[in-house]
């Protein structure tokens, strides 16, 4: 835990932050991916620092019942889906109710994604080196379940990157990607937003902005799935 005043001013310092330790990755013309919608003005500061293309990956969690916080699982694009089996039974989740939630954040997935990326296809990420970010990674399971979408993908490398972990996630996660980054890792995480001074909700209409302002930058182009 951190004492004193927080750590990163804000969401964009902390991605420039990021990106310096990133910087190595420059030269493998990397696709940055940002977990909306927190990890959205992260990846944007990161992918203009790398002179790279940003886009977005969608995951949503599944909250326990009861306490929505909590999360027992998360959907992904393409039929993904991880569960915390441990916590299913602890909780005494029926698989019923789980397949419900999941369906229902299946579908949101999908508005999401038409929401933040309109018509465009989907990135072509097979044999490239893809940066997943988020502003925070606490329990690790929407990132857990980017990442097996994305590894479906077939990308060269994946990197997981966030300003702050908890400690305990990361060791789990760092064996899921190639490479995982993380510029704090405490032991005792509380809220992610207690590691900035300024965390604001950020809107569906802003990660739209910030998606197009960034297709504006030099390399912002993205190459898309099945072009040549």
Request: glycine share 8%.
């Amino acid at each position: 835990m951190h004492l004193g005043e927080a750590p990163f001013r804000d969401r964009e310092e902390a991605g420039q932050q990021l990106a310096e330790r990133l910087t190595p990755y420059r030269d493998e013309n990397p696709i940055v991916l940002a977990l909306p919608r927190g990890g959205v003005p992260v990846g944007y500061e990161l992918a203009r620092a790398l002179g790279a293309p940003l886009d977005v990956v969608v995951a949503r969690k599944l909250g326990a019942p009861h306490q929505p916080e909590l999360g027992i699982g998360a959907v992904a694009p393409g039929g993904v889906q991880v569960v915390d089996e441990e916590l299913l039974l602890w909780l005494d989740v029926p698989e019923e109710q789980l397949e419900s939630m999941a369906r229902e954040e299946t579908a949101e997935v999908e508005h999401r994604m038409r929401l933040f990326r309109g018509e465009r296809p989907e990135p072509e990420v097979r044999d490239s080196t893809v940066i997943l970010v988020d502003d925070g990674i606490a329990t690790g399971v929407t990132a857990r379940a980017a990442i097996e979408y994305l590894l479906q993908q077939e990308p060269r490398r994946l990197v997981l990157a966030a300003p702050v972990c908890a400690a305990e996630t990361a060791e789990a996660l760092r064996y899921e990607v190639d490479e995982l980054i993380c510029l704090e890792m405490p032991p005792d995480l509380r809220a992610i937003g207690f590691w900035y001074q300024n965390f604001e909700q950020i809107s569906d209409e802003e990660v739209v902005r910030i998606l197009e302002r960034a297709r504006g930058e030099p390399g912002g182009e993205l190459r898309e799935a099945g072009a040549s």
